[in-house]
């Protein structure tokens, strides 16, 4: 199988889940649509892929946890935001939403971290509104995430 990439946008459940696949392999009896409510197998992959993503960016807000592709030399975590980067993006008028006092200066943001080209990269990883509020809730209420990490 080819890999495939977005050219003019950013990655969707339909660059993951082409229409060309082979989805054979997922056993299902009867009517999926009636069974699991998806229209096709596969419909039926993206839900469990989107279900599984929630969990998992529940259980690194939640746990602290570091959720590993290997395979990938990638990451996903909650990372500290420098205190320069912070200090530049509250005169801004960003990040207010963190509490100096409660979340002892600090502010934290999940990220996607990989290797390319033999360089370390960082990407925002861009949570749904409920986790976003309940990440700030913890953050402000003195919940402390891993500090900034230049390499593995």
């Known amino acids: 199988m080819a890999a495939r990439y977005p050219t ?10 082409t229409s060309d696949d082979d989805y054979s392999f997922i056993k299902a009896e009867g009517n999926i649509s009636r069974q699991y409510n998806a229209c096709s197998k596969r419909g039926l ?6 279900c599984f993503m929630k969990k998992a960016m529940e259980d690194i807000v939640e746990e602290n946890l570091v959720f590993q592709l290997p395979l990938y030399r990638a990451s996903i975590l909650i990372e500290e935001i420098p205190s320069h980067i ?22 934290y943001d999940m ?26 809730s ?15």
Do not use: C, P
Request: no cysteine.
């Open 8 to 17: 003019y946008h950013m990655a969707g459940i339909n660059d993951v889940f």
């Open 45 to 50: 992959a993206k839900q469990i892929f989107h």
């Open 86 to 107: 912070l200090k530049k993006r509250k005169s801004e008028g960003k990040l207010l939403h963190f509490s100096d006092v409660f979340a002892h200066g600090k502010g």
């Open 111 to 136: 990220i996607y971290r990989h290797v390319s080209k033999g360089k370390y990269r960082k990407r925002r990883v861009i949570m749904h509104s409920s986790l976003f509020s309940r990440f700030v």
């Open 138 to 152: 913890l953050v402000n209420t003195g919940k402390r995430y891993f500090g900034i990490a230049k390499a593995w």
